[in-house]
């Protein structure tokens, strides 16, 4: 193969600089393959520089850089290339900053532009973030809705729903039932594992819901970084809960 004329190296296709961001094991490499392909807009169309972004938005929320991520984000969202993740992308980096507000209408905004398959998922995730601040009310409104829109996950967002009517003073139905029906669903796996410890602490069931909320926290703390930003209420909520049922000493 001969080599290029002057010593210049060749151009890496945006499709592989792609791919090192989305295999790199840290924020800095993924922002550095991100940000080398974005400089080079020749075989970058909306799509592709879509998906370039957002992973400079991970590289962002893993360094916990918020403002940068949600700037980014808000690229993402003007491009219109699947406008409903962009604005859960949104949402979280509002999180992150604190602003609950924000993060809560771009959750709204992503359950009315989303195709039908991904419905249920931002309208959990709205109640699910209406539900860690203390709004059940408006929890309720959103879960329900998951509930009617959900398939394979329903048993989730159904457990979810339970809860939310708990924590505004409402009668939640049969919480072992649901707390089955989600350990037998695939579902009840990774985020399953918080809301059956939540089941579980209600239930007065104590040893159990120690099993699964030290699951949960050991899961999203343990792995991509980015994981543990985006769940960072569950895994107070978490850790709260486990100080109430085992003592401060044991959680440390």
Same mark, same amino acid.
């Given at each position: 193969m001969s080599k290029p004329r002057g010593g210049a190296a060749p151009a890496t296709a945006p499709e592989t600089l792609l791919r090192k961001a989305t295999l790199a094991q840290t924020p800095g490499l993924r922002a550095k393959y991100a940000q080398r392909a974005l400089s080079d807009p020749a075989g970058v169309d909306q799509t592709m520089r879509s998906l370039l972004l957002r992973q400079l938005y991970l590289a962002h929320m893993e360094g916990r850089r918020f403002d940068d991520a949600l700037s980014i984000a808000e690229e993402m969202v003007e491009l219109g290339v699947m406008p409903d993740v962009a604005r859960q992308d949104a949402a979280r980096a509002c999180l992150g900053l604190h602003e609950h507000e924000r993060a809560i209408e771009h959750l709204r905004l992503a359950s009315r532009v989303s195709p039908a398959c991904r419905r249920a998922f931002h309208l959990w995730t709205l109640g699910s973030v209406l539900y860690? $601040?203390? &709004? !059940?009310?408006?929890?309720?409104?959103? =879960?329900? %809705?998951?509930? %009617?829109? /959900?398939?394979?996950?329903?048993?989730?967002?159904? *457990?979810?729903?339970?809860?939310?009517? #708990? $924590? !505004?003073?409402? *009668? $939640?139905?049969?919480?072992?039932?649901? &707390?089955? %029906?989600?350990?037998? *669903?695939?579902?009840?796996? /990774?985020?399953?594992?918080?809301?059956?410890?939540?089941?579980?602490?209600?239930?007065? @069931? +104590?040893?159990?819901?120690?099993?699964?909320?030290?699951?949960?926290?050991?899961?999203?703390?343990?792995?991509?970084? +980015? #994981?543990?930003? !985006? #769940?960072? /209420?569950?895994?107070?909520? !978490? &850790?709260? =809960?486990? &100080?109430?049922? @085992?003592?401060?000493? @044991?959680? %440390?």
């Open positions: 860690l $601040a203390g &709004r !059940a009310r408006e929890a309720i409104g959103a =879960l329900s %809705r998951a509930v %009617r829109w /959900g398939t394979t996950d329903k048993p989730l967002y159904a *457990a979810q729903l339970a809860l939310a009517h #708990l $924590a !505004a003073g409402d *009668a $939640a139905g049969d919480l072992t039932a649901l &707390r089955l %029906r989600l350990s037998d *669903a695939p579902c009840g796996q /990774g985020y399953g594992q918080f809301v059956l410890g939540e089941l579980a602490y209600h239930e007065g @069931e +104590a040893e159990l819901a120690q099993t699964y909320l030290r699951r949960f926290v050991a899961r999203s703390t343990s792995g991509r970084i +980015a #994981l543990a930003v !985006a #769940l960072d /209420g569950e895994i107070k909520r !978490a &850790r709260l =809960l486990l &100080r109430q049922l @085992e003592g401060p000493a @044991e959680t %440390r």
